[in-house]
């Protein structure tokens, strides 16, 4: 049974005196046993046993050898100061994304950002950025993600209209290895109250690419959902060729049932509260429209409009440059399960890899590509995420004085009644 460390360390302690007190043979003894019990390397073994206890003289100080103790060893710094801040400007343009995401555009990235002016890095730099390793980045920005360091709600109501109609996929069945195949889903912005209309957010995934497009509608019903998934439809790359929903009765009705029969367009859902089966566009809800919009309550005709002129900015930012990583595989070994991602890749990307978009449509995605500027939808984009909070303020400042009016308007009327009830007392 071989010994830990700390034991090891303890029987060196022990061992080493007899071994350097020992003749020829006695050492020969007790360096097998030493080599038994330890598992050491013998060369490694005979160099402890020497070595522990050791004194050596340098000038007027001694030193005593001992191997509980390990010189710590003075690395050279590769990635200095220069290299965190560009790196930090990077990362808070790219929306704070992990490593491993980041590390995978970042050759895309930089010359993108230095033809647009908006980087100028030193020769030295540049390279250094080009070579890091996603744990780098990681272990660079670990302050910065401190520094800076959600919640769910879900209003869906089950549909029982057409839902024997209606066929179920779960997660496991997505083998669709073609874009065209989505997912969809409504966010709510409610603010935490679900009294009242509010708006809502249609969220269509692709489970292929992971290409993403989101459009707000004043409150779920039918006609307003169904009227944003027509225009969505417009804007993909790609044919829509399938749909699958939660069991919310915005989805299962017999309009849309209708409109995916007369275009050939399949129809399924999930089980009924198993999240898990709609994964793909539930990751999206978070990732792309709570990170962008919050959890703040939205109900004004001025909020939806900018809502939705976000979404136009956040679908070119998310779909061109913030790269996916999709699941390959899951293998359970005890009770660690260990997960294999492919290489991430933009939506952008997948969908020029694809067979089976058309050579006109990539065409037309790579001229919209080229004239893009990441760091510009950035900046755009938080532009309008203040307008929208300064909407949501205004409307909370008015609300409050409302109240404030209503208050002052009641108090006088107690103090008649109090008055009142005086005087006939006397």
């Known amino acids: 049974m071989r010994l830990m460390m700390r034991e090891k360390k303890a029987l060196v302690k022990v061992v080493a005196p007899r071994f350097q007190e020992g003749g020829i043979k006695d050492k020969e003894v007790i360096l097998d046993e030493f080599v038994e019990a330890t598992g050491y390397n013998r060369c490694y073994a005979a160099y402890l046993l020497r070595s522990h206890g050791k004194r050596v003289r340098v000038g007027k100080v001694t030193i005593i050898g001992d191997v509980g103790k390990r010189l710590k060893r003075e690395s050279r710094k590769i990635y200095d100061q220069k290299v965190l801040n560009a790196l930090k400007q990077i990362w808070m343009l790219m ?28 020769s030295e730099t540049r390279g ?41 996929r779960t997660f496991s069945e997505w083998s669709d290895a073609r874009p065209g195949f989505v997912e969809i889903d409504l966010v709510a912005h409610d603010g935490g109250s679900s009294s009242g209309e509010y708006a809502q957010t249609l969220d269509v995934t692709d489970v292929c690419t992971g290409w993403t497009e989101a459009r707000a509608v004043r409150n779920k019903a039918q006609v307003w959902v169904f009227e944003a998934l027509v225009q969505i439809r417009q804007q993909l790359p ?10 919310g009765s915005e ?51 001025e909020e939806l409009k900018v809502l939705n002129e976000l979404y136009e900015y956040l679908g070119l930012y998310t779909n061109f440059f913030q790269p996916v990583m999709k699941l390959v595989s899951k293998e359970r070994v005890g009770a660690k399960v260990r997960k294999t991602y492919d290489k991430p890749r933009t939506p952008y990307r997948r969908i020029l890899e694809s067979e089976q978009v058309t050579p006109a449509t990539k065409k037309q995605l790579t001229r919209t590509y080229r004239g893009l500027n990441p760091a ?18 205004a409307k909370e400042a008015i609300r409050l004085m409302g109240v404030q009016h209503a208050a002052a308007k009641a108090l006088p009327s107690k103090r008649r009644a109090g008055s009142s009830l005086h005087s006939k007392s006397r």
């Open 251 to 301: 989805f299962i009705n017999a309009h849309l049932v209708h409109y995916c029969d007369e275009n050939h367009i399949t129809f399924t859902r999930t089980r009924s509260y198993r999240k898990n089966d709609n994964c793909f566009v539930e990751q999206k809800n978070y990732s792309v429209v709570r990170r962008a919009v919050g959890y703040m309550r939205h109900d004004t005709p």
């Open 376 to 393: 510009q939808l950035k900046r755009d984009i938080t532009g309008l995420q203040n307008e929208l909070m300064n909407l949501v303020a």
């Open 128 to 168: 250094k950025l080009l070579k890091i390793s996603a744990a780098t980045i990681d272990r660079l920005l670990t302050e910065e993600k401190n520094r800076l360091a959600g919640r769910g709600r879900s209003r869906t109501k089950p549909g029982t209209l057409l839902k024997n109609q209606i066929p179920i």
């Open 95 to 122: 929306d704070c994304i992990c490593g491993k995401r980041l590390v995978g555009i970042l050759k895309e990235l930089i010359p993108i950002l230095e033809q647009h002016g908006e980087i100028v890095l030193p």
């Open 238 to 247: 790609f044919e829509l060729l399938g749909i699958d929903s939660d069991n």
